[in-house]
């Protein structure tokens, strides 16, 4: 069964194609350069070279596939959720290609991709405790199987990943601001500065923007003074904050349903201190099926659509 996957949900255009669940090609035309002077996404930019770039996409990947067109069996592209303008772009790529196969085409979610495309390279064993973690996103899933996702705690306005990127921009340092913070911490003292647990509390939801304005505030606070900014141990002290909330309510629902798969998905896995994390709690409750998807994995792109087509297909 092969499989063409379309994903398209934001700053990333990209296509993959899949056979009998192995991945063919992932190509990915990013962005971030592009949006980069503007300290984040423009939706409607992010549409427009997604329009530019599609072809090369399209072509590199069916040379890279080294498969004939006509070989595939269906399309499948994200249609939900994301920015409008970048996922009309995808869908009407999608439904050209599969109009010209006749093929069938399938709309996938992409929360549910990104956990998927942790088990590209492994396989699930349910239930699947997921915890996803990326700039628009911070949720804990249980999955049941490729077509049953009970999300039990989700934020409740800003994202750990938009939390990065604003408490980043307001230090200084470059778009996206999660993986240079993240350097920087691993460098720091997380105890130098004081700064609260977002949300600490029994639930299994999230909360950033205290965490968020906290941070800003501080930053404000010692500018103000004239005080210098060691930026490694803010850095350290902010993502020692951040992922305490992962950690304590990602154990918290271990403990409660019994996972026999414990993982995490989307951009912020990429993140050390989280990918640690998420290994020591499988080992601490021996949960021998723990895994961290590969850091190709981690950010948008198709292959994790297509992974998801085919457990859903298979």
């Not at 790529?93 to 942790?118: C, M, Q, R, S």
């Not at 405790?129 to 996103?137: E, I, K, N, R, Y």
């Not at 990127?165 to 993986?179: M, S």
Request: net charge negative; glycine share 6%; proline share 4%.
């Amino acid at each position: 069964m092969k499989i063409l996957a379309i994903e398209s949900s934001c700053d990333e255009f990209s296509l993959a194609i899949i056979d009998n669940g192995i991945i063919l090609t992932n190509v990915i035309s990013s962005q971030i350069n592009h949006h980069k002077e503007f300290g984040g996404v423009v939706p409607e930019l992010a549409a427009r070279l997604h329009l530019e770039n599609m072809h090369w996409v399209i072509e590199q990947a069916i040379e890279e596939s080294q498969i004939n067109i006509e070989e595939i069996d269906y399309v499948v592209y994200t249609a939900k959720p994301g920015l409008i303008g970048s996922l009309i772009v995808g869908k009407v790529v999608a439904e050209t290609i599969a109009l010209y196969l006749n093929k069938p085409i399938i709309g996938l979610d992409h929360i549910e991709g990104h956990i998927f495309g942790a088990a590209i390279e492994h396989e699930f064993i349910y239930p699947v405790l997921a915890m996803v973690v990326s700039g628009g996103h911070t949720q804990i899933e249980v999955v049941h199987s490729p077509s049953e996702f009970e999300i039990i705690g989700a934020t409740n306005d800003d994202a750990i990943g938009e939390c990065y990127d604003k408490v980043a921009r307001v230090l200084g340092l470059d778009y996206p601001g999660g993986p240079v913070i993240d350097k920087l911490a691993q460098q720091g003292n997380p105890e130098a500065y004081k700064l609260p647990i977002p949300k600490d509390d029994l639930s299994y939801d999230f909360s950033y923007s205290g965490l968020k304005t906290a941070a800003v505030n501080l930053v404000h606070n010692l500018q103000q003074k004239n005080q210098p900014i060691d930026l490694k141990d803010f850095a350290a002290s902010f993502q020692i904050a951040a992922v305490s909330a992962v950690s304590h309510k990602l154990e918290r629902a271990i403990q409660n349903y019994n996972p026999q798969t414990l993982t995490v998905a989307g951009g912020v896995s990429a993140n050390s201190q989280i990918r640690k994390i998420i290994l020591e709690l499988g080992q601490k409750y021996q949960i021998s099926n723990t895994f961290v998807p590969k850091s190709e994995y981690c950010t948008d792109n198709a292959a994790m659509m297509a992974k998801l087509a085919y457990e859903k297909l298979k």
